[in-house]
């Protein structure tokens, strides 16, 4: 029932903000007990978790993140945002959003992920 679509720009110049925004459709963002994360791939490596903001809107960050990411959320929309700063194209992957559940949220991740999108960033 829950869907979730990413949306942005596929190509990033460095050292600028990428900016990534998740539509979900089919449950509140703000109500149960989930979280709403972001995750990425890397060309030819495994997802890697980058942070998530709780139905209570507190946010979380992995320490690889935490520098350089901000989440945000509008609960009218029903979204939530990603915001990575100083890109390198090391941060080229393909980004997810997910709905998590409570103590899965950096090891299984997501028990619903978006369809993800692909970000370039240019050297």
């Known amino acids: 029932q829950v869907q979730l679509q990413e949306s942005g720009p596929g190509l990033v110049n460095s050292s600028q903000t990428l900016s990534l925004t998740c539509t979900v459709s089919?449950?509140?963002?703000?109500?149960?007990?989930?979280?709403w994360s972001w995750i990425r791939q890397p060309p030819g490596k495994g997802a890697e978790w980058m942070g998530a903001?709780?139905?209570?809107?507190?946010?979380y960050y992995s320490p690889s993140f935490k520098s350089r990411a901000s989440i945000s959320r509008d609960t009218s929309k029903n979204q939530f945002t990603l915001q990575l700063n100083s890109v390198t194209p090391e941060d080229t992957a393909v980004y997810y959003c997910a709905r998590a559940r409570p103590g899965t949220v950096t090891t299984e991740m997501g028990d619903h992920w978006g369809q993800g999108t692909q970000v370039t960033v240019a050297s």
């Open positions: 089919g449950d509140s963002i703000t109500t149960g007990y989930y979280y």
């Open positions: 903001i709780a139905y209570s809107g507190n946010t």
